[in-house]
């Protein structure tokens, strides 16, 4: 079996601040870094080009997903790892990473746990934990719908599971999870639109209480959110409240 080369793509905008510490956290594992950049005013295209990135220019699309799948689609080696600006790559999860695609019984694609990093601590409660998402995979045996918000990729063939964590400094601080909370909310509301959710008392029932409220007793509850401190609290009540808030958009499109 010939040695494996592995891609690292990602889409970004105005990550400046996130890119640095996610690029040195591959530098070692990639064979090439593909990165798709929505047109960023800082000096985000410049510390990727720093770091030997292959850089593409497109419009920052409000689905990205779509510059994500444009990334995956520019990359040439065997294997593809996508990830995020705000993640990081510890050593540990290199080791797997590459015995995994060396073995040669090695499947299709893996789902990684990720740890979430919210608001000066891991969330490891609230069915946050662990949080696998599909991001590792062959090279044409992946790829993203590009339709959902919350979209995995889907994976053509057989798929496993690896054991060590990606990390993922999402939420340092309130102001960046509200700005991240705004945007998804704006996608969900455009997401009912396109499914023409009815407008009328039912349904303002149905997503500005029931819902909310279901969910919030799911993670903060059921899945012992509580135990994670005040940051359990906070993350169980967004979390629950992105329902009421989409569908309150939705009404004024």
Known sequence: MKKQTLSVVLA???????????LKSVKDLAD???????????RTVEIAKSHGAKVIIMENNPMFHINKQKAIDEATKDWILQLDADERVT???????ERMIHDAEAKDGYWIPRKNWFLGRF????????????????RGKGHLP?????????VEGEVGYLQEPLIHIADPELGRYLMRFNRYTNLIAKEFKGKKIEKNP??????????????????YVRHKGFMDGWQGFVWAFFSSMRFAVAYWKYLGL
């Open 32 to 42: 090439e870094i593909v990165i798709v950049d929505g047109t960023s005013q800082d």
């Open 91 to 97: 050593p540990a999860l290199q080791r797997e990473i």
């Open 123 to 138: 969330l490891m409660k609230g069915g946050v934990y662990p949080d696998y998402t599909l991001r590792l995979y062959k």
């Open 12 to 22: 970004t905008y105005n990550e400046e601040k996130n890119l640095p510490d996610c």
């Open 146 to 154: 590009q339709k959902d918000v919350h979209e995995q990729a889907v």
């Open 202 to 219: 039912l349904s303002m029932l149905k997503y500005m209480i029931i819902l909310p409220l279901w969910w919030f007793g799911k993670i």
